[in-house]
């Protein structure tokens, strides 16, 4: 009987996490995937972590941003990077303050919530 991962290599042993990161560090389209993705990552999880300080559901959220529960579903699962209006309308109604910053090999992203 034959392995049901076709040329993949199976152990019985696990790969540290850390090895892995270190490895796929250097891989250039990681990195690109990566910086690409940042954005989207870090405001999904601010919303998230917006609801849950909160004790929100995604609908309460989308009511009370005026939108479609199933738009709060792909920020929080960071299907795509939010536009500026995205992040305006996020920051206006939930009162928090979004600082992004965008350099060659370094991207950054802040959030927290307006005093």
């Keep these: 009987m034959g392995s049901p991962h076709k040329g993949v290599a199976m152990s019985n042993e696990l790969t540290p996490a850390r090895s892995v990161?270190?490895?796929l560090h250097w891989d250039p389209e990681?990195?690109?995937?990566?910086?690409h993705s940042f954005l989207a990552e870090k405001v999904a999880l601010e919303?998230?972590?917006y609801r849950a300080r909160h004790?929100?559901?995604q609908a309460e959220?989308?009511?009370r941003l005026s939108m479609k529960k199933s738009a709060i579903t792909r920020l929080e699962a960071a299907e795509h990077e939010p536009s500026m209006t995205m992040l305006q309308r996020l920051a206006v109604g939930l009162g928090v303050r979004f600082e992004i910053s965008v350099a060659p090999g370094n991207s950054e992203a802040t959030v927290g919530e307006v005093a």
């Excluded at 990681?30 to 910086?35: D, G, T």
């Design 30 to 35: 990681y990195r690109a995937e990566l910086e």
């Design 47 to 49: 919303v998230a972590a």
């Design 55 to 57: 004790g929100l559901t």
């Design 61 to 63: 959220l989308a009511a």
């Design 21 to 23: 990161f270190d490895e």
